[in-house]
């Protein structure tokens, strides 16, 4: 089992880690929001190759005024929220510097509604369930459960990673990147004893 002490130590340090689900047979890169940065961002664009996502409790959707989720999916009941920008000391928003200061807003108190744009965005949001792993075992849950492992905001920053063929990683590829990265590779399962 992966040791919580240094699952911390390194959310803290600002290094990622690999969180694999076995219920969708997947594995995504996870930061906390607070310590995201335009490295990061593009250290998970470049080796995760998917959809760059940002997962919040819904507080936060509240605090931001940022419409919680109508889009939800059917099969993994993934609920999908808006597409936001900062309204503000960014650029076009789809670069790496521009997507790392939308999200390190969302976990700064002195940042409102009036700061984001939620229509025609670069950062896809989605909303963690109110028991986060205790009613749904996903990624979405398990990144604002590693949040508060670690004591940060609950705004985490996920995306899938696909292999060199562009198809979902598997269990192989994943410790093989984790290794040659020296990442942490924590399961949901695992997480779900320790915070549940």
Known sequence: ???????????????PIIVLDHRECEGDFFVAGEY?????????????????????????????GIDRPTNI????????????????TITTGISASDRSATIKALTN??????????YEGHVRTLEAHPWWLRSRAGH???????CELAGCKPVGVIIEILDEAWEIADK????????DHGLQLVTVNELLEKVG
């Open 109 to 118: 108190d002195a940042y409102s509604s009036t700061d984001f744009l939620s």
């Open 172 to 179: 192989v590829c994943l410790e093989k990147l984790a290794e």
């Open 36 to 64: 995201v940065t335009p490295e990061l961002i593009n250290f998970f664009l470049t080796y995760g190759k998917w959809v760059l996502c940002v997962s919040m409790s819904w507080e936060v959707f509240e605090r931001y």
């Open 73 to 88: 999916d059917a099969i993994e009941q993934t609920h999908f929220g808006q597409v936001i920008d900062l309204s503000h």
């Open 140 to 146: 979405t849950e398990a990144a604002v459960a590693l």
């Open 1 to 15: 089992m992966t040791n919580r002490k240094n699952i911390i130590t390194d959310i803290k340090n600002w290094k």
